[in-house]
């Protein structure tokens, strides 16, 4: 009889251990997934920490950034992220309390609503494990201690030592720095959009940027972006360019890391074209001028003096000067 009673409250201790310290996994949006579908999914919902989020989507279509200011999640502002998910089917646990902002860098579908703010609280009856405690200062890594050498062999004559190496010389000089390169003949690198990169949804903000910079033939631009999302595309036309049209497409770049060197004179244009990122605002207009090396300057006839006259000209003109 006694034996059964301890069984049955070690039951009961488990039981009520693993309820305290068991985690739950929402998947945000239920059916739905990680969609503008069902903007009520989080009400009457209590996250804790340890709890965790999935959050399911079209790869193609969406990511999973995650921003740290309500000001950032309220203006759907991806531009610096502290992380960023785009598997599709991504996990994240929480690991610290308060507001944990999620928002989408496909600006039109974060602007329709696909955005989540979870308030984390911290349950008192789970128990948070400490975390490792750091290394110490003090402490170096152990060095491997060198064996000792064999006995030596009796068949083996014993080494000879190695003359040391001779002192340096007292008149050796000081090695001289080496003179830097001289500069290369190649054009400058402009990053589009600066730290933002290639994914700020104002047209304006990318003719600001090219406002005030002279791109010269020679020139490279960077773009920088999620290339599942968008990319780039060089247009010809001024006309498609404000319609947001590829009637003239001239080249397409989809790699998230592109390089485009200007080699002629011009209006150069660039957008992009998926899933209306264009009409958001990403484009640019940059108009390139001739490479410096392609300036040639007029010849200027140069002021002889009076030596250069003379040797120029007539001997005897220098001869029948008038004399003050």
């Not at 999640?73 to 992380?83: F, G, I, L, R, T």
């Not at 598997?87 to 999620?102: L, N």
């Not at 405690?133 to 190695?162: D, L, T």
């Amino acid at each position: 009889m006694a034996t059964t009673k301890n069984i049955f409250c070690f039951v009961l201790v488990i039981m009520f251990l693993f309820s305290c310290t068991s985690a739950k996994l929402y998947n945000v949006g239920g059916d739905y997934g990680w969609t503008v579908k069902d903007d009520s999914w989080d009400e009457h919902k209590q996250f804790h920490v340890g709890d965790s989020l999935v959050f399911e989507y079209d790869l193609n279509v969406n990511d999973l950034a995650q921003v740290s200011s309500a000001l950032e999640y309220d203006s759907c502002d991806a531009s610096s992220p502290k992380v960023v998910y785009n598997t599709g089917y991504d996990v994240v646990t929480f690991k610290k309390p308060g507001h944990h902002y999620f928002i989408t860098s496909n600006h039109i579908q974060c602007v329709n609503g696909l955005k989540l703010d979870v308030l984390v609280v911290h349950d008192t009856s789970r128990p948070i494990p400490s975390p490792p405690p750091p290394p110490s200062k003090n402490h170096e890594p152990s060095r491997p201690i060198p064996s000792s050498p064999p006995p030596p062999s009796k068949n083996h004559e014993p080494s000879r030592p190695v003359p040391p190496s001779p002192p340096p010389s007292k008149n050796h000089e000081p090695s001289r720095p080496i003179p830097p390169p001289p500069p290369s003949k190649m054009g400058r690198i402009y990053k589009v959009g600066d730290s933002k990169g290639w994914r700020v949804y104002n047209s304006y903000y990318y003719y600001k940027w090219s406002k005030n910079k002279q791109f010269r033939v020679g020139d490279t631009l960077y773009f920088e972006y999620n290339k599942d999302l968008s990319d780039v595309r060089e247009i010809s036309d001024d006309l498609e360019f404000k319609s947001c049209e590829s009637n003239s497409t001239v080249a397409v770049y989809k790699t998230g890391h592109d390089l485009v060197k200007l080699t002629k004179p011009g209006v150069h244009y660039f957008v992009s074209l998926k899933t209306g990122l264009c009409q958001a605002g990403i484009k640019l207009r940059v108009t390139v001028q001739p490479s410096t090396e392609d300036v040639t300057l007029p010849d200027v006839p140069k002021k002889l003096s009076p030596i250069n006259r003379c040797n120029r000209w007539r001997w005897w003109l220098c001869i029948i000067r008038p004399h003050h």
